[in-house]
């Protein structure tokens, strides 16, 4: 059974850099035909896609977050990462790591794994 | 502003059958599949209805998924309690070239 998990600071200073890292069990990261992804979700509110990342190292980000972000890959370590310049308070968030299939005509993506969220706090 | 737009509630009594609608236009939903997700408060997201129409193994044909032009909608028949969740509508945007989500919807089950 695939399973993800978050881990990384529950809290950042605003303008600093946070980073996530999100671990891949159970199953191969370099599976083709899947990204791997990050969400967020404020508190109350609704997901937010923020970027995914192919095992290769590819990377297609939220243009709204784009200017800030940077995903990586390191298949040696099945892991990803996440890191998102210059944070503020409106990046407070839970900070989901997920599995992203790309269908092969590219209208079809959804998350069928993910993991169980890390909260994310931006605050002095 | 969500790209897709969602009721931000439904409700219905237990038996009773529910219907979500998803509303986006030709660049997201009319020239991609929908996804549904299902997410109880404090849980992560779970996967519920992918292509539009189709229910992944584990979720119970209670729920179905349809899609005609730039709109979908999300079924629930026989509503139980254990319905009650946010519910989420997801696609491609071609013109923004990423996933996008609707605001979600919060179902109470009375």
């Known amino acids: 059974q695939l399973q993800l998990q978050e881990s990384g600071p529950g809290l950042v200073k605003p303008s600093e850099t946070l980073s996530l890292t999100c671990t891949v069990s159970?199953?191969?990261?370099?599976?083709?035909?899947?990204?791997w992804a990050w969400i967020r979700q404020p508190p109350g509110k609704g997901l937010e896609w923020i970027g995914s990342?192919?095992?290769?190292?590819?990377?297609s980000y939220n243009s709204s977050l784009k200017s800030r972000l940077s995903i990586s890959v390191d298949t040696s370590k099945s892991q990803f990462s996440l890191n998102l310049r210059s944070v503020t308070a409106a990046d407070t968030a839970v900070y989901y790591c997920?599995?992203?299939?790309?269908?092969?005509?590219?209208?079809?993506?959804?998350?069928?794994?993910w993991g169980r969220g890390s909260l994310v706090t931006v605050s002095s | 502003q969500p790209v897709l737009t969602q009721p931000p509630s439904a409700s219905g009594t237990p038996g009773q059958r529910v219907i979500i609608s998803c509303s986006g236009s030709?660049?997201?939903?009319?020239?991609?599949?929908v996804t549904w997700y299902q997410q109880v408060p404090g849980t992560a997201p779970k996967l519920l209805i992918y292509?539009?129409?189709q229910r992944p193994s584990g979720v119970p044909d209670r729920f179905s998924g349809s899609k005609s032009g730039t709109s979908a909608s999300l079924a629930i028949t026989g509503l139980q309690s254990e319905d009650e969740a946010d519910f989420y509508c997801?696609?491609?945007?071609?013109?923004?070239?990423?996933?996008?989500f609707g605001g979600g919807t919060k179902l109470t089950v009375l």
């Open positions: 159970g199953d191969a990261i370099t599976t083709g035909r899947y990204y």
């Open positions: 997920a599995r992203h299939f790309n269908g092969p005509l590219g209208t079809t993506h959804y998350f069928d794994y």
């Open positions: 997801s696609t491609w945007d071609d013109t923004l070239n990423g996933v996008v």
């Open positions: 292509e539009s129409d």
């Open positions: 990342v192919y095992y290769v190292g590819s990377a």
């Open positions: 030709s660049p997201n939903i009319g020239r991609n599949t």
